[in-house]
């Protein structure tokens, strides 16, 4: 084989590498003295690398910093100003992906009823609202928060990227519907729509069954790939800051980039809608 | 899986992250905090391998958007001048010394390399480095190795041994 480059002998050293791969530069590292050197090379910065960094560290104020946590969460109960429309679509994340869960908890199997099961609670602080009061599918004992009703008519789900990407695909959208897509900072990427959403997940895809009505859809400015269908159809493509429109546009601005529903394919992912 | 036991084992490698990424204790400790509150606000939900890297990718966002600030304390610290000789014991002023070099030599990567070398002294796998950097997962082990050796010799050449030295001598 050719001689590895300085990438994949780290890869090699930090066991990076899948197997077979592993043992091809293994092989060549044993017959070969200047890789053999360049291993040396980056063993030594490995080394030097780490011991040096700690020499910046210092100690962690863990129990002072979720103290601070918990009062500043105590403190922001209510909706903030200041920050447009971003928070309480955030907020509205987190709060109303737990109606999206009702709804799809008829669903057997959907991974998105698993995920709230798991993490209901889960990371929830003390006071943290769990659960609109009414919705379908709280869990005993959770919590009803009157104060903060953010988007009491939405529904929403989230998820974080696979292997740095996404597919996010809306369903059963009519025709000529506002499709808004914001570009975030943050790593999650989401569907937000109406009640009686339905919503599917797998690794890096999410889909949703939307009834008429507004459709708003989250997505990490930055990620590697990222795929948003909308009846069928792929209407926007993103490949980290290159970003490939093939949907209608009927408004775009920096943060987010309006595009109007196509009338659908049935194309590369039409799903059966989930029954419930 | 209970918040405080999340929040214990999560804060102190995301506060050890943004404090090499600032090199400040209160910023570090303001961005790992602004991070879980995040987490909380928007109710995101997960188990804790992807969380980590959610808290991770945010608190590199934030860092990120203070690059200005880092523009200006870079600018002090080089033109900061070597430790008074007068004050504190001598191996504090080493040590202090040392860090400062470490610092520079840190500052001169690029803020992605820096994202990077320090995301993977946290541990993370190469494909969770390029999720919270957002690079293609193929281009991890290259980018690293890049940083790692303009990193070491950006150190200098007694780093080892005196690194080495003046931690043990902390420890004690």
Redesign the interface.
């Known amino acids: 084989m050719r001689h590895p480059?300085?990438?994949?002998?780290?890869?090699f050293l930090?066991e990076?590498l899948a197997t077979g791969e592993e043992a091809e530069i293994r092989a060549h590292l044993a017959a070969c003295a200047a890789c053999g050197a360049e291993v040396d090379?980056?063993k030594?910065?490995?080394?030097?690398?780490?011991?040096?960094?700690?020499?910046?560290?210092?100690e962690?104020?863990?129990r002072e910093?979720?103290a601070?946590?918990e009062a500043?969460?105590a403190g922001?109960r209510k909706p903030r100003g200041g920050r447009g429309w971003w928070l309480p679509l955030?907020?509205a994340?987190?709060?109303v992906?737990?109606l999206a869960g009702g709804a799809s908890a008829a669903v057997p199997g959907s991974p998105v009823r698993e995920?709230?099961a798991?993490?209901w609670g889960?990371?929830?602080?003390p006071g943290?609202p769990a659960v609109l009061e009414g919705t379908p599918g709280a869990p005993e004992g959770a919590v009803a928060a009157p104060e903060v009703q953010p988007f009491p008519f939405e529904t929403g789900a989230?998820l974080?990227?696979e292997?740095?990407g996404v597919e996010l695909w809306i369903h059963e959208v009519p025709p000529g519907t506002e499709v808004t897509v914001l570009l975030s900072?943050?790593?999650?990427a989401g569907i937000f729509a109406g009640t009686g959403t339905r919503y599917r997940t797998e690794a890096g895809k999410l889909e949703a069954w939307a009834p008429p009505g507004a459709v708003r859809v989250e997505l990490?400015r930055?990620?590697?790939r990222a795929v948003v269908g909308v009846n069928g159809v792929v209407v926007l493509r993103q490949a980290?800051a290159q970003r490939e429109i093939m949907g209608v546009v009927v408004r775009q601005g920096a943060g987010e980039i309006v595009l109007r529903a196509p009338s659908g394919t049935g194309g590369s992912s039409n799903a059966p809608r989930p029954q419930g | 899986m209970d918040f405080d036991a999340l929040f214990d084992r999560l804060y102190p490698p995301l506060f050890r992250y943004c404090h090499r990424m600032t090199g400040d204790r209160d910023q570090a400790d303001d961005l790992a905090q602004e991070a879980f509150f995040r987490l909380l606000d928007r109710g995101v939900q997960g188990e804790e391998p992807g969380l980590k890297v959610w808290l991770f990718r945010v608190a590199t966002n934030l860092v990120r958007d203070r690059a200005r600030t880092r523009e200006t304390r870079r600018r002090l610290l080089s033109a900061l001048p070597p430790p008074d000789p007068v004050p504190g014991p001598d191996r504090e002023m080493e040590r202090q010394e040392r860090a400062r070099q470490v610092r520079l030599a840190l500052e001169e990567l690029s803020p992605r390399d820096q994202e990077m070398l320090l995301l993977r002294q946290e541990g993370f796998s190469y494909k969770e480095i390029a999720d919270a950097v957002g690079v293609a997962p193929g281009s991890v082990g290259t980018m690293l190795a890049r940083a790692l050796r303009r990193f070491s010799e950006g150190l200098g050449e007694g780093e080892t041994a005196q690194s080495e030295e003046l931690r043990n001598e902390t420890s004690r």
Request: no cysteine.
């Open positions: 480059d300085d990438g994949l002998i780290l890869a930090e990076e090379g980056l030594r910065a490995l080394e030097r690398s780490a011991r040096a960094l700690t020499l910046l560290d210092a962690p104020p863990t910093a979720r601070r946590l500043r969460r922001n955030s907020r994340a987190g709060i992906l737990l995920w709230i798991r993490g889960a990371v929830r602080a943290t989230t974080l990227p292997a740095g900072e943050e790593g999650q990490p930055d990620l590697p980290g």
